[in-house]
């Protein structure tokens, strides 16, 4: 279920669920956002499906590129779904089938995806990777991001962002509270579309998958 939401509302909301949300604003909103911590890495293949879930039919057959790919863990989940436009590039990576060697930027104005689907790192300028997204007509970006930079809220209208997909949060007696492969829940995904001109987002809960490192969402699979 998702609900419309005014900004303002929006932060009482993420304050009774206890988001954590960065203690400081500064001047410049970009450099407001508060970097996530670098011990827990983000358990991908569950982050995948949940998004899949509720966006398949925004994200299927469309040329996505992840620009700060890593070692290729989102297209990779994304083409264990069957997902097959899907690419990847980074300044350092590993992964065998890279795009590109090469920064966000030159990844972004090079190749011109439809779509942008990350989880861009705390060094990334999640700001500038939208600005030059909206500079190559990319049409909308699927960014795994904390919860925190919503203390840069006053930037958001100029980032067109159109919804905010929450993990759910995990009961104290659920087996899953201590599972590696259950998002932490102060991250979530943040839609931007390129023609959202709206001065509200909406905001909902993801499903928990069934089987996030087998079950297969895509439709053409």
């Known amino acids: 279920m998702s609900f419309g939401v005014h900004h303002n ?10 988001l954590r949300v960065a203690s400081k ?10 970097e ?3 011990d827990s890495p983000l358990p991908i ?21 992840d620009p700060c790919c890593g070692d290729g863990d989102i297209p990779m989940e994304l083409h264990n779904h069957g997902l097959k436009s899907v690419h990847g590039s980074d300044e350092q990576s590993t992964w065998p089938d890279v795009l590109s060697i090469s920064d966000y930027r030159s990844t972004i104005s090079m190749w011109k995806p439809s779509l942008i689907i990350s989880a861009p790192s705390a060094g990334i300028d999640f700001a500038d990777l939208i600005s030059c997204a909206w500079d190559a007509n990319v049409e909308a970006l699927y960014l795994l991001l ?3 930079c919503l203390s840069a809220r006053r930037c958001f209208n100029a980032l067109r ?23 932490p829940i ?3 995904w943040f839609v931007f579309e390129r023609d959202y001109n709206a001065q509200t987002w909406s905001c909902g809960y993801l499903p928990f998958p069934e089987n996030p ?7 053409n699979s």
């Open 45 to 65: 293949p569950h982050a995948i499906q949940s998004l899949l879930h509720v966006e398949i039919g925004q994200i299927e057959g469309r040329y996505t590129i």
């Open 213 to 219: 490192k087998r079950k297969t969402i895509c439709r």
């Open 161 to 183: 962002l159109s919804r905010l997909w929450l993990f759910r949060p995990v009961a104290q007696d659920d087996p899953a509270r201590n599972d590696s492969n259950h998002p």
């Open 36 to 38: 996530p911590s670098q």
């Open 146 to 148: 904390p919860l925190s």
């Open 186 to 188: 102060d991250y979530g």
């Open 9 to 18: 509302c929006f932060l009482i909301i993420t304050f009774r669920a206890s």
């Open 25 to 34: 604003t500064k001047t410049n909103v970009v450099q407001s956002v508060e």
